[in-house]
């Protein structure tokens, strides 16, 4: 799988802590880097593809990816 979109993201320099909070109610700070990131929607689409199982990836928590994957399979 191609992952040039990587080395574009609004995230890169920033420390990777922020990305991975102790809990969904602590993720405002890297959801706000995901709202002004122009490879958002690549981003989300690795972290559901690949299962992502920690952090914030494409402005979702682990949590609404879960919720994504339902829906999608629902919508299926």
């Known amino acids: 799988m191609k992952q040039s979109w990587r080395h574009r993201g609004?995230?890169?320099g920033?420390?990777?802590?922020?990305f991975y909070p102790p809990d969904d109610d602590d993720a405002e700070?890297?959801?706000?880097?995901c709202g002004q990131c122009q490879v958002r929607q690549a981003c989300l689409?690795?972290?559901l593809a690949?299962?992502?199982s920690d952090g914030?990836?494409?402005g979702a928590t682990e949590r609404e990816r879960r919720r994504?994957?339902?829906q999608r399979r629902?919508?299926?």
């Open 50 to 52: 690949t299962r992502e």
């Open 68 to 70: 994504m994957i339902r």
């Open 29 to 33: 700070a890297a959801k706000e880097v």
């Open 10 to 12: 609004a995230c890169r």
């Open 74 to 76: 629902r919508s299926a």
């Open 56 to 58: 914030v990836w494409g």
């Open 14 to 18: 920033i420390d990777p802590e922020v």
């Open 45 to 47: 689409e690795h972290a």
